[in-house]
């Protein structure tokens, strides 16, 4: 950048922003509901549509009902559906087998929009945690998270994601290997055009917390995440996660949560070019939607405002619960 400008009054800045037209004109971050992934929360029954307490305005869904959601995301023109499953805790094991049963509530979601609403991108998750005991993203053997053993159970949970007709792969775990062998394993399984858009810089976030209730992990989860997540203050280490998932082969990168860590989308952005997401969270959906309801503030500016904000930082979308309301807005 070489920023020239003329003396005032020759310059007038105010000029750029005379009206909404000019603004229009002058945009740097423009928002569009492409720009959207859509997360939502799949639980068992049918016809069921069960408001998650701490996230005023979203629902677990039933399969019928997800199916639904993402015919009217499709309309709208999101581009692409995350599923969340909320397990039955009658189901979590310390085996966490449920989680590559090709009938369980993620993949029969897939299946189901798949079939109704093929345009749709579906992406799904890849962690042990709505499937495990412990409420952790892998196998804890004597109190520690176990990474390669866990790796093997990952393998497993994303080919039956993806013969259950995933598009795009998420895996949120951070185990240390797990980009790699997901890969190879799709591969040599013939799920050649199976994207994978890993969770490179996934903090250990307080922000997660509501999302742990719309799962029904927060209940059996001990101590932290601390040693799989990263730190906080880390950002020489999230670059060298990001580097790490795309030579292992992840076409599409994440930092999750989003707002707190916006220098951290900066910098991947700029340090590697790849098609680059943030997670806008569940504490930070619950933060907005929750002082919104009580009137503190504008519902749909701060939505919009904190979305742009995410274009601006350098992403090429969001994973963000406000999709359906956003997008709606910006269709007028
Ligand atoms: N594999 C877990 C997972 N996948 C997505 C989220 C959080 C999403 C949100 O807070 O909206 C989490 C929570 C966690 O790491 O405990």
């Known amino acids: 950048m070489h920023p020239v400008h003329a003396r005032f009054p020759a310059t007038r800045f105010r000029r750029l922003r005379k009206s909404a037209a000019i603004r229009a004109l002058v945009a740097e971050s423009p928002l569009s509901p492409a720009d959207f992934i859509w997360p939502v929360f799949v639980r068992d029954g049918e016809g069921v549509t069960e408001p998650v307490a701490s996230m005023p305005g979203v629902n677990r869904l039933s399969v019928d009902r997800v199916v639904e959601a993402a015919r009217e995301a499709h309309a709208l023109g999101i581009p692409a559906i995350c599923l969340f499953p909320?397990?039955?805790?009658?189901?979590?094991?310390?085996?966490?087998?449920?989680?590559?049963?090709?009938?369980?509530?993620?993949?029969?979601?897939?299946r189901a929009i798949k079939e109704a609403v093929p345009d749709i991108a579906v992406m799904t998750d890849v962690a042990l945690d709505p499937y495990s005991a412990t409420g952790h993203d892998g196998f804890v053997v004597d109190g520690e998270i176990v990474n390669d053993e866990t790796v093997e159970a990952l393998v497993k949970q994303a080919l039956s994601q993806a013969e259950a007709g995933a598009d795009i792969i998420g895996p949120s775990d951070m185990m240390d290997g797990r980009i790699g062998a997901i890969r190879d394993a799709l591969e040599a399984g013939g799920h050649r055009n199976v994207l994978l858009l890993s969770y490179a810089a996934k903090f250990a976030s307080a922000f997660y917390g509501p999302f742990r209730d719309a799962v029904g992990a927060s209940g059996a989860l001990k101590g932290d995440k601390s040693t799989y997540q990263m730190q906080t203050g880390n950002s020489d280490e999230a670059m060298r996660l990001v580097e790490r998932d795309l030579s292992e082969g992840a076409d599409m990168v994440m930092v999750k949560p989003g707002m707190p860590y916006l220098d951290i989308c900066r910098r991947t952005k700029e340090m590697f070019g790849a098609p680059t997401f943030a997670y806008q969270v569940s504490g930070e959906y619950a933060m907005l939607a929750g002082a919104a309801e009580r009137g503190w503030l504008d519902h749909d500016r701060v939505m919009l405002e904190s979305l742009t904000a995410f274009k601006r930082a350098g992403c090429d979308g969001v994973l963000t619960y406000f999709a359906p309301a956003a997008a709606r807005l910006l269709n007028g």
């Open 86 to 110: 909320y397990t039955d805790p009658a189901r979590k094991t310390l085996d966490c087998a449920e989680a590559w049963n090709p009938e369980n509530l993620s993949n029969r979601a897939t």
